[in-house]
T-cell receptor
Framework: NAGVTQTPKFRVLKTGQSMTLLCAQDMNHEYMYWYRQDPGMGLRLIHYSVGEGTTAKGEVPDGYNVSRLKKQNFLLGLESAAPSQTSVYFC??????????????FGDGTRLSIL | AQRVTQPEKLLSVFKGAPVELKCNYSYSGSPELFWYVQYSRQRLQLLLRHISRESIKGFTADLNKGETSFHLKKPFAQEEDSAMYYCALSGSGTYKYIFGTGTRLKVLA
């Protein structure tokens, strides 16, 4: 049981390049999330999904797109990378709320540098 | 505005001393509060949640709605408690979580 797996773990891009970060979970969770973590900023929600085929914007969605074609996968895309997108990206997943909100399970993170 | 504030970036205490990591929140509805912890070279994981009212690894946290706080406490710090701690808030029945900026706890021998 791997939990939440993020690939790749590290990546260096040049400004303007595109790439996709993959998040996979094997816990049959309905909800999935993408966060970015910057020094002094905590975790900020980029996009999230409450089920297969559905996505929604979070706090900082600009410059990112996402897709949830399969329940277990949540992809984060950068169409034209910018230096401001240099960050550590975390994926998380959870069960749906059942009277109370369920805790999130996190991946190890992807460290992305944009030159 | 919905916000979680952790005023301390770094908290250093000696082994055996009491620990209190502060968390204050601003939320207009009914919040659910969590503490997450990230040990060195490990992923972020849930430590405890206010609705469980349980003690995990000797840590407790009480939701004080009057003071809008959810401070994390432990009476006697251990070296293995050294980690990054995040306070998080989620509106009851919503999907989104709001995280604080985190406090790094260092327990000195």
């Amino acid at each position: 049981n791997a939990g939440v797996t993020q690939t790749p773990k590290f990546r260096v891009l040049k400004t303007g390049q595109s790439m996709t970060l993959l998040c996979a979970q094997d816990m049959n969770h309905e909800y999935m999330y993408w966060y970015r973590q910057d020094p002094g900023m905590g975790l900020r929600l980029i996009h999230y999904s409450v089920g297969e085929g559905t996505t929604a914007k979070g706090e900082v969605p600009d410059g990112y797109n996402v897709s949830r074609l399969k329940k277990q996968n949540f992809l984060l895309g950068l169409e034209s990378a910018a230096p401001s997108q240099t960050s550590v990206y975390f994926c998380a997943s959870s069960y749906p709320s059942t009277g109370s909100n369920q805790p999130q399970h996190f991946g190890d993170g992807t460290r992305l540098s944009i030159l | 505005a919905q916000r979680v504030t952790q005023p301390e970036k770094l908290l250093s205490v000696f082994k055996g001393a009491p620990v209190e990591l502060k968390c204050n929140y601003s939320y207009s509805g009914s919040p659910e509060l969590f503490w997450y912890v990230q040990y060195s070279r490990q992923r972020l994981q849930l430590l405890l949640r206010h609705i469980s009212r349980e003690s995990i690894k000797g840590f407790t946290a009480d939701l004080n709605k009057g003071e809008t706080s959810f401070h994390l406490k432990k009476p006697f710090a251990q070296e293995e408690d050294s980690a990054m701690y995040y306070c998080a808030l989620s509106g009851s029945g919503t999907y989104k979580y709001i995280f604080g900026t985190g406090t790094r706890l260092k327990v000195l021998a």
